[in-house]
């Protein structure tokens, strides 16, 4: 059945496709003034959020335009504490919702929507398609006939998945400065004050402080208990604060990890998660939205990576110093922990030295 409504789908589009088919020479000039209102449509999770940060802060930055996104539940958070964005939206699936939607879009009256999906959304084509919305931005895919104006598309093995969102900002005349623009996320007072208090409750002593990260978006992602128990022997060789993160669906594995009690935290606030990453001096972690944290607060960061049927360029930290661990199978049941420990052993050394040399 699902494959039928993802068949009657395409159809549709494909008939919405060649409805929009109109001569693109009218649609070239155009302009957009300060305090005009933009839509920018970005679902899924939380990490496809955060990579358009820099984006959206730098048209918000050199405009002045109200930037108003259109996001899922599940990335929302990001968008309603991003200092760049005025209204958040949050979508909703059913006919109903999707046709509310659309009044809600032509209500607004907004100048521009702007697609920040990387790939084609069947989704985000029809709303875009039916939206009564004067100029439609995208990346240039195998919908462009649905925009008013489009950007070519960076090559993805070449291009970091930030710098193919901001060749967004050519369709807003726009060039950004590579050094300048980062993940943008500010946690809350109230979730910093919980990060500072618990590590001053559990760290009595101020050290360097490594931060574990042992949860992903995916089982697949996850490195083994017996593995991490060894990450953590092998970090006690340094005169360093030692923290493990989880996420609460990875509390059982987190438990099995920490058999010396080493000081665990979790929260289901992805705001407080986003804090405490906030208050490390070091961070390792599978491939998840904690990297991009790391890049957004400048936190040195060893990841590990699964690049499977794949040779996009991994989504590593834009900005903070980083090296990584890639394996080109579908999980990491084969990725040895010596196999980890021969990069990020001189890596971790650039900034502590082992218990018989002082910290750095």
């Known amino acids: 059945m699902k494959a039928f409504e993802i068949y009657l789908k395409n159809i549709f589009l494909s008939f919405l496709l060649f409805l929009n088919r109109k001569n693109k020479l009218e649609r070239l000039l155009y302009s957009i003034s300060p305090g005009a ?4 449509i970005r679902l899924n999770r939380i990490g496809d959020a955060l990579v358009v940060t820099p984006l959206l802060s730098e048209i918000k930055n050199n405009t002045n335009v109200e930037v108003h996104v259109l996001a899922s539940q599940t990335n929302r958070i990001v968008f309603e ?8 939206i949050v979508f909703e699936k059913g006919l109903k919702s999707f046709r509310n939607l659309l009044s809600y879009i032509e209500q607004e009256k907004y100048t521009a929507i702007v697609d920040l999906h990387d790939d084609v959304s069947t989704t985000v084509s029809f709303l875009i398609a039916l939206s ?3 100029l439609k931005f995208g990346l240039k895919k195998s919908n462009a006939i649905i925009y008013t104006h489009t950007v070519e598309k960076t090559d993805p093995i070449r291009t970091h998945v930030v710098e193919r969102n901001l060749a967004l900002l050519k369709l807003f005349d726009l060039k950004y400065d590579k050094e300048k623009v980062n993940i943008v996320y500010q946690p809350k007072a109230e979730s910093i004050g919980k990060a500072q208090n618990f590590l001053s409750y559990k760290f009595p002593e101020k050290k360097f ?3 574990i990260n042992i949860s992903a978006g995916s089982e697949a992602r996850f490195w083994g208990v017996e593995r991490y128990r060894q990450l953590l022997s092998f970090f006690k060789s340094y005169d360093v604060n030692i923290l493990l993160l989880s996420s609460t669906r990875d509390l059982k594995y987190a438990i099995q990890i920490a058999v010396n009690n080493e000081p665990l935290f979790y929260s289901p606030s992805f ?3 986003a804090a405490m990453i906030s208050k490390l001096d070091f961070l390792f972690t599978p491939d998840t939205s904690t990297v991009h944290l790391a890049s957004a607060f400048n936190v040195p960061m060893f990841g590990i990576y699964v690049q499977y049927n794949t040779d996009d360029m ?4 834009y900005h903070s110093k980083h090296e990584i661990v890639l394996t080109k199978e579908p999980n990491f049941i084969n990725l040895s922990f010596e196999e980890v420990i021969t990069k990020l052993k001189p890596f971790i050394e650039t900034y502590v030295k082992t218990l018989s040399n002082p910290v750095l």
């Open 271 to 273: 705001d407080e998660f």
């Open 132 to 134: 009564k919305v004067p």
């Open 81 to 88: 504490d991003c200092p760049c964005v005025t209204k958040v």
């Open 314 to 317: 991994p989504w590593t930290p």
């Open 37 to 40: 209102k933009i839509l920018f």
């Open 209 to 211: 402080l490594v931060g």
